[in-house]
């Protein structure tokens, strides 16, 4: 069965989970520990999606659990928002080895997936984390420095979307002065929320 008949026909989150778990189509499947499909609330006006599972997420088997993570959680509360607020994914579900950028095969494969799970979660704005994230969904070939604060509309699955790109977490981590970008991403979204 093709990865999206697969996807097209999961009703649930649930659903899409079970039918990931047992979907090979995905070479990074055979290297992962564990599949890390989401955390935060099944349904958000806010989802944000990254790049690919870490070691951290690979080991509990949900994204955004490691350094970068803890990071995210705290620019999240800056804002007025917390795990219980929001929809956290990524562009492909099983962590890479050696944590190197997924392939955009690797993207594409997981792609019907995550339109489908984006269908059902039903944000009004996606927040893409880091250039990995920003080039697959806006099918874009800049850097994340050119593609970053600017609203743009997509569609994913049968769903339009206002998405904001951003840099990445772990990122910042390494280029602390590179957060006042962020701060003024972020309070875009903010406002967004608040229309």
């Given at each position: 069965m093709s990865a999206r008949t697969a996807a097209g026909q999961a009703r649930s989150l649930e659903e899409l989970r079970a039918t990931l778990t047992g979907f090979d189509g995905c070479a990074l499947k055979a290297t992962a520990k564990n599949l890390c499909f989401y955390r935060g609330v099944a349904r958000s006006r806010l989802m944000l999606i990254g790049e690919a599972p870490g070691r951290d997420e690979d080991i509990q088997g949900k994204p955004f659990v490691g350094r970068a993570g803890q990071l995210l959680d705290k620019m999240l509360a800056a804002i007025g928002l917390s795990e219980a607020d929001v929809h956290i994914t990524n562009i492909v579900y099983w962590r890479p080895p050696g944590n190197r950028t997924p392939t955009p095969q690797e993207a594409q494969v997981c792609r019907p997936f995550l339109e489908r799970q984006l269908e059902l979660v039903a944000p009004d704005l996606v927040l893409l984390l880091g250039g990995a994230a920003a080039k697959e969904i806006l099918a874009a070939t800049d850097g994340i420095m050119r593609l970053r604060g600017k609203w743009r509309d997509v569609t994913l699955g049968a769903r339009k979307v206002r998405a904001l790109a951003t840099l990445h977490p772990a990122?910042?981590?390494?280029?602390?002065?590179?957060?006042?970008?962020?701060?003024r991403d972020l309070l875009a979204v903010k406002a967004a929320l608040e229309d």
């Open positions: 990122y910042l981590l390494r280029t602390p002065a590179a957060k006042r970008l962020v701060w």
